[in-house]
């Protein structure tokens, strides 16, 4: 049976989910504060996502030409808005209603279908949102 973890979500058979916990168990060592600790780094690790979604808003916004903008005033399948979405989803794990109130793109629903359109190649973006994507990934 394959097996994955992306996220926290596993992927896999019972056999795995049991391993998975027993894991967890033995790096805790069973003890209250250790499993706080975990909690604590769960946490700390969505503010740094967080820091880093804001980064990239602003980092997009800037070399998109969007400063000045009211992104609220662009429609949500614009290339520049779709081709930040892409990036968060891909370096952060900020929720996607996050993406979508940040970014003015109605729902998480449709931020999900416009970045899966994006991956599957269904849509293009201009020029430049696909050099300031590249750039990043270089």
């Not at 070399?63 to 952060?92: N, Q, Y």
């Amino acid at each position: 049976a394959q097996s994955t973890l992306r996220r926290g979500w596993y992927w896999g058979s019972q056999a795995f989910m049991e391993w998975l916990r027993a894991q967890v168990k033995d790096n805790t060592g069973g003890s209250r504060g250790k499993g706080r600790s975990l909690a604590a780094a769960a946490e700390s690790r969505a503010s740094h996502d967080v820091a880093e979604a804001e980064r990239l808003v602003a980092e997009g916004v800037k070399c998109l030409g969007l400063e000045g903008t009211r992104l609220a005033e662009l429609p949500g399948s614009d290339p520049r808005k779709i081709a930040i979405a892409a990036v968060i989803h891909a370096r952060t794990s900020v929720p996607q209603d996050w993406t979508a109130e940040k970014l003015a793109m109605r729902s998480a629903g449709n931020v999900s279908q416009l970045v899966r359109r994006l991956k599957r190649g269904e849509m293009k973006l201009d020029k430049e949102a696909s050099a300031w994507m590249s750039a990043l990934e270089g």
